[in-house]
T-cell receptor
Framework: GAVVSQHPSRVICKSGTSVKIECRSL??????MFWYRQFPKQSLMLMAT?????????EQGVEKDKFLINHASLTLSTLTVTSAHPEDSSFYIC??????????FGEGSRLTVL | QKEVEQNSGPLSVPEGAIASLNCTYS??????FFWYRQYSGKSPELIMS????GDKEDGRFTAQLNKASQYVSLLIRDSQPSDSATYLC???????????????FGQGTILTVHP
């Protein structure tokens, strides 16, 4: 079964609205989670590292005020795309490392901004 | 220059054949190497991880790593139509701490196994 779960799997929103995506580690605690983005026919690009109880670390070129990350508990990280625009339409994927195991990816969340 | 490079393909092989997927990386200090399989519309799933030079086998899959040549490959024996997917090479170019999740991905190779 799934080790890392994301919700929602698909979301369609109007331009200018904000969208929140949740990432949960299901049976382990994750002090660190990672958010990736994948545009059609392209590879995954790391957006940011989500740290429980502290600020996220963003990769170069990723706007921290646009992509708000909150890691309020050891099993939940959220990514909020603020004032979404059509160019933000993408497949957002989170990941977390299970102790004594490998990095697991969530199922992904496909965002479509109209 | 791309940090992790793969031939985007598509690579087409007949059922039962060996599929060979290749990947090169730019950072000589890279420590961890992964092959992921991604079906259309789905998130990546780990196929193999390899950390030291040589071959690592797991069922029909063999990963090969040559750090001197900065090259990692994946062989799929007895290819099946269900193996048809995009294969992503990923490299951890940052050592230490919580950087294990900071993977740099190649653009992926599309593999098609035809009956």
């Amino acid at each position: 079964g799934a080790v890392v779960s994301q919700h929602p799997s698909r979301v369609i929103c109007k331009s200018g609205t904000s969208v929140k995506i949740e990432c949960r580690s299901l049976d382990f605690q994750a002090t660190t989670m990672f958010w990736y983005r994948q545009f059609p026919k392209q590879s995954l690009m790391l957006m940011a590292t989500s740290n429980e109880g502290s600020k996220a670390t963003y990769e170069q070129g990723v706007e921290k005020d646009k992509f708000l990350i909150n890691h309020a508990s050891l099993t939940l990280s959220t990514l909020t795309v603020t004032s979404a625009h059509p160019e933000d339409s993408s497949f957002y994927i989170c990941s977390a490392k299970r102790p004594q195991s490998e990095l697991f990816f969530g199922e992904g969340s496909r965002l479509t901004v109209l | 220059q791309k940090e992790v490079e793969q031939n985007s393909g598509p690579l087409s092989v007949p059922e039962g054949a060996i599929a060979s997927l290749n990947c090169t990386y730019s950072d000589r200090g890279s420590q961890s190497f992964f092959w992921y399989r991604q079906y259309s519309g789905k998130s990546p799933e780990l196929i193999m991880s390899i950390y030291s030079n040589g071959d690592k086998e797991d069922g029909r899959f063999t990963a090969q790593l040559n750090k001197a040549s900065q090259y990692v490959s994946l062989l799929i024996r007895d290819s099946q139509p269900s193996d048809s997917a995009t294969y992503l090479c990923a490299v951890n170019m940052v050592a230490g701490g919580t950087s294990y999740g900071k993977l740099t991905f190649g653009q992926g190779t599309i593999l098609t196994v035809h009956p």
